[in-house]
């Protein structure tokens, strides 16, 4: 009988017919036919020896063994020990955004509470002076609007100063065109923050801000309706900037003439809305039966005077925007320095101007 037909009987006796039929098989996919005509392979061979112990045969077949159970159950422990480290990690993460969250929100606190304090303390040094400033109503009561203002923009000349000194640094130090422009945006916003506080100021008083009592003495030298004229600024900046371009030039020349053309309309308007209000206030005294007309009549122009005040801030600061669209980060950060640098000296010249010796010879020693 062949190795073969041996393997058949073989199988047959001890019941595994198919699982040597399908190794015979595997033999076949890899080519082994030669192997397995030239004689009995060791994989095949079977020890006659062992033919009557077939009794530890069916157990290999049968299903998976002790071991494999274990080996199973110690897999399934292994994935899950694994699945819950990583919904510990998870949760572990989120616990430490929170916590950073958490401690960035007290941070923003801290500093929120260190301005409000640093704001008291300022409120404090200026209150003195209101108390003896033209807002003091007839009651005795200071507007809380203008005593706000006036803590407010001394905290902003402080934050100026500040911020004229990091431009001055950043250009000696040619840091980087993308640190300069945030430079220069921090400037031009610092600027938007003035108008929207001088708004904030003119629904308070209108007369107040327009006066220039908020100012130093010097600067209420050249006062347009409450503050600077746009054109004025732009001649001072130019010659502090670098050679610029024939298109630059052409582009200030055309900004600086649509800047005047809106001064000279507000200055216009301005102008006749205070002599009509001239005529309401001198009207015919023996009118008595029209001066409630007349009265609210001034109050409504009066009311009108802070859409001027807030018209001149807006070309204040598109004046200075489209300046900055114009130049260079350099040329700009160039400008925001020379305007700053320009106040600066005022306020110096005005307290030089109020230090200075008394002419008085009863002041003289």
Known sequence: ?????????????????????????????????????????????????????????????????GDDQETNKDVSKVLRR?????????????????????????????????????????????????????????????????????????????????????????????????????????GLNHYSNLFRMKADAAKADVFYLISGVWKASVERLHLWIGGSRPSQLLNIIVPQLDPLSDQQLASFNKLRLSSQQAEDALSQGLEKLQQSLVLN???????????????????????????????????RQQTLQHMSRILTTQQAAQGLLAMGEYFHRLRALSSLWAARPSSDPAFQT
């Open 82 to 186: 694994l699945a819950q480290n990583r919904e510990a990690a998870r949760k572990s993460r989120l616990r430490k955004k929170a916590y950073v969250q958490q401690l960035e929100t007290s941070r923003l606190k801290l500093m929120q509470l260190e301005l409000e304090i640093e704001k008291a303390k300022k409120q404090g040094m200026f209150m003195s002076s209101a108390l003896d400033a033209s807002y003091i109503g007839s009651s005795g009561t200071v507007n809380p609007g203008i005593a706000s203002f006036e803590m407010e923009y001394g905290l902003w000349v402080e934050q100026q100063h500040r911020q004229n000194a990091e431009l001055r640094n950043a250009m000696q130090s040619q840091v980087s065109d993308v640190q300069l422009h945030l430079l220069v945006e921090s």
């Open 1 to 65: 009988m062949s190795s073969t037909s041996t393997q058949v009987v073989i199988s047959k006796r001890m019941g595994i017919y198919e699982p040597f039929q399908q190794v015979s098989m595997w033999g076949d996919n890899f080519k082994v036919e030669n192997s397995l005509n030239s004689g009995p392979s060791s994989i095949f061979m079977v020890n006659p020896s062992t033919e009557n112990k077939s009794e530890y045969i069916p157990h290999e077949s049968s299903g998976p063994s």
């Open 281 to 315: 206030i001198a009207a015919d005294p023996l009118d008595i039966g029209n001066f409630g007309f007349h009265m609210a009549a001034a109050m409504e122009k009066i009311e009108a005077l802070e859409g001027f005040v807030n018209q001149a801030d807006h070309l």
